[in-house]
């Protein structure tokens, strides 16, 4: 039977790859039971806070930037990699609306967050002359646009983003954390963390060897290494979701 190119997802395919269901459906569990936690009924937006703080620090950590929480929390750090983490923590919320309908300006206004006082002000929000950048760029934000049925999970469709944007590298400087800026910006839209609870940036800075290769398998194009970076994506979700539980547990001691 011919298949309908108008409807079928691109992404699909993925869905088959070595252990990426059983991983995608197990950081689904993972998130799902950190969602589930009693102290979201009323203090939300402190745990939300508290992910986005975190997520941050752990990105810059990615960065070689890396500072003691309680130090980044108190304001402390004078680093204009961390300072372009926190921003870019503080703009997701933001940039989800834009992204719903314009991501390639979300991505952009991510990169002036990010790299404000680190790249050559020219180089800010501009994507790479590089020959195929733009179009590969295209090509990602079209497939993540589609607004037909979508049984492929939200936490692939991140992993996607995030390994593509890494991958390419269509920014001067700082392109990791524009790319997990850009996942956490695709879970919030695609309804896995709506309200950016777990803190998967966690997951990848505590192995940044196991990151890099992951990334490096990914980057071969090969059915079995984009399997190793989407299973890896998944499990820093599910970690991220025990950090995210974590913090609901010290909100809820107070």
Not at 26 to 39: I, K, N, T
Not at 142 to 162: I, L
Not at 210 to 216: D, E, N, P, S, W
Not at 218 to 247: F, N
Request: aromatic share 2%.
């Amino acid at each position: 039977m011919p298949v309908n190119t108008e409807t079928a997802d691109p992404l699909a395919p993925l869905m088959d790859l070595p252990g990426v269901r059983d991983a995608a459906l197990q950081s689904r569990a993972d998130v799902d039971r950190l969602l589930g936690h009693r102290v979201l009924r009323k203090k939300s937006a402190e745990v939300s806070a508290e992910s986005l703080l975190r997520g941050a620090r752990s990105s810059a950590a990615l960065e070689d930037a890396s500072y003691q929480l309680e130090a980044v929390r108190a304001g402390a750090i004078e680093d204009p990699v961390l300072t372009g983490c926190l921003r870019v923590s503080g703009a997701v919320g933001r940039q989800t609306d834009v992204w719903e309908h314009a991501p390639l300006q979300a991505l952009a206004a991510l990169h002036l967050q990010a790299a404000a006082g680190v790249a050559d002000p020219d180089d800010l929000g501009r994507a790479s002359s590089r020959p195929g950048v733009s179009v590969r760029l295209q090509q990602l934000v079209e497939t993540v646009r589609m607004k037909r049925s979508r049984d492929v999970p939200g936490v692939v469709v991140a992993a996607v983003v995030h390994g593509e944007i890494l991958a390419l590298q269509p920014f001067a400087q700082l392109n990791g954390v524009v790319a997990r800026a850009a996942a956490r910006i695709v879970l919030v839209s695609t309804g896995v963390d709506p309200k950016s609870l777990a803190v998967p940036e966690v997951g990848y800075a505590d192995d940044e060897k196991a990151y890099a290769a992951a990334l490096a398998a990914y980057q071969t194009g090969t059915p079995d290494g984009v399997a190793t970076w989407l299973v890896h994506c998944c499990a820093a979700m599910s970690a991220g979701a025990v950090e995210g539980l974590a913090i609901c547990e010290s909100v809820l001691r107070g």
